[in-house]
């Protein structure tokens, strides 16, 4: 029982808690890149799942295997035959969305949110909970860029999923299917994704301490504002 | 002197205050600015008076709004606002629609200013951005120019290039000459140009309201000459460089643009220029170096705001630069690291 309700836990902390881009600022170059349309934003958001889950579940069945000195190295393997793998099969069968994409999907290799991933947790944990991790960092990834890309659709190009809305199309606000609006509507979020996360006395997320921390071998914890108290009375 | 003969009285600081407060001089500004508004109407008609009642009116509205949303107290009393909306007003063209007006105010205040933190925080110019972000959702809006005295005459409204653009092709087309001057007629006179006969923003035509407005402001020493002058006079060494000393492509390059308006007025706001004499220089030159360039290899042909906005999110690290060294504090003292 205990583990069945920390396994929901895991999946359920990557969508609001945790969420990969909008708590913990990871990922940000294709969520800018790919929210212009809802379209290639669901698509990215899948892909970078699919990729997510598959890594997490091989980094952590071998994390024993791995030696830590060239872990970085081997993740980016593991990653990049997933990527490679999912690439091929967008371009097989959804050729259009590959189109959108363009050099967004091989990128994911250099995912923040993959790597961060890998690093932080499914080096660390069994294969289950990192796959749960892996779905829910994925899905929290994928909710965050459909988000963004419905304001930015919607305000920036006045239609959704390339339907067109009534009174919009007529004067798109051109600003916020251009860069400086995806900043715009990035920044917008995070403020009120941290309003909602930090509000009514409910604690600052954990986001796992020093245990979590991809630096800790490289850092002195007495200076560092996400240790956790009793981390740095050790 | 009349406190010599008191006792001595022992009180925290500060020990001097001014009769200054943000409301007087944020009233000055808006005094300042009432010539050019004057004068605006004089050129647009009265449709310039609703675009700036509107951008005033959601300006004020929002921050009032958000002020209440946030649960700070409000601030819609120092008129800081109300000198945003004028700005943002002054920045559009008269034939833009009054909701885009409206969009531009809100982005203005909610987003730039209230934002992070309200009066004294925000890391821009307000009613740059609200212009920039019109500027680049609505381009067509935003640059179609309503001919001077249009409003008199009873036909249609005419849409023509700015003096700006004009001289911006012909500088692309490489002549500047005077000759090439007197011969374009599309251009107006050096002497239109002073009283604001010509296409353009609201409150940037008339160049000798806006310089009236900077006069009544430095005699009521609520800024200091120093960006203003500087910012002009960068871009006027650059352009007569450019123009290969043509002092007809300067003039034309400083009257007829938005250089006037935004060097007195947006560059100079206390939030987001620098302290020190030697950050404000620092700041002018920055931002006259930038619009030069805007100007003459961009594809705008007007680059103010965008160099005053630039140079707003530097000044942090010119102040850092520019740091006066406390008086009394040995010469060669080497920075400690905390």
Redesign the interface.
Known sequence: MAEKKSLFKEFSKGIIKENPTLRLVLGTCPTLATTTSVESAIGMGIAATVVLICSNIVISALRKVIPSKVRIPAYVVVIASFVTIVQMLVKAFLPDLNNQLGVYLPLIVVNCIILGRAEAFASKNAVIASAADGLGMGVGFTAALFLMSTVREVLGAGSFYGMSIPVLSA??????I?P??GF?VF??LI?LSNKLATKKGKKPANLGGCKACPFVDSCNSANCENASKEEVAE | MKNENRKLTVSASPHVRSNETVTGIMLDVIIALIPALVASVYVFGFRSLAVVATCVATCVLSEYICRKVMKRNNTITDLSAVVTGILLAFNLPVSIPLWMAV?GSVVAIV?VKQ?FGGIGNNFVNPALVGRI?LM????TAMSSWVMPYAWKSTTDMLTTATPLAEISTMFKAGDVSAQAFNANGALPSIGELMVGARQGCLGEVCAIALIIGFLYLIIRRVISPVIPLTYIGTVAVIMLIAGKGSVDFMLYEILSGGLLLGAIFMATDYTTSPINFKGKIVFAIGCGLITCLIRLFGSLPEGVSFSIVIMNILVPHIENLTFSKPFGTPKKQKEVKQ
């Open positions: 004067h798109p606000m051109l600003i916020f251009l400086p609006g715009f920044g917008l403020a | 969009i987003v934002c972000v680049c959702s609505f381009p």
